[in-house]
């Protein structure tokens, strides 16, 4: 019982002093992440070279080589998307879930960090 006690004040404690992040009182936090889709050509961000034939494809950026004559282009937008199963109570237990799984999240969000 003195160790609930316990846990329920520390957490107190942490609720009361944690960073907000412009909320005015968040009750859980999310993983947000961001990942690349399909989209018209009028909304792209990016291009990804996709190779039929290879069963692969590259972002533009990143194929310096010239485009085998099999590939085409598919246009992208990146958005930001919340991954399902992360709820958390507290902003700093979160961040250590993205701490020990960032091999499942964009670089983009393990460099927030």
Known sequence: MKEAIQFLKELQQELKTQDVDCQAAPRFWV??????????????????????????????????????????????????VVKPNTMFITKAEAKEHIRLNQHHYSTRLTHMQ
């Open 31 to 80: 993983v947000g992440d961001y990942e690349w889709v399909e989209t018209s050509e009028d909304n792209a961000e990016r291009y990804t070279v996709v190779l039929p034939n290879a069963a692969e494809c590259y972002p533009v950026d990143s194929y310096i080589e010239s485009a085998k004559e099999d590939a085409y282009l598919v246009p992208e937008k990146e958005i930001h």
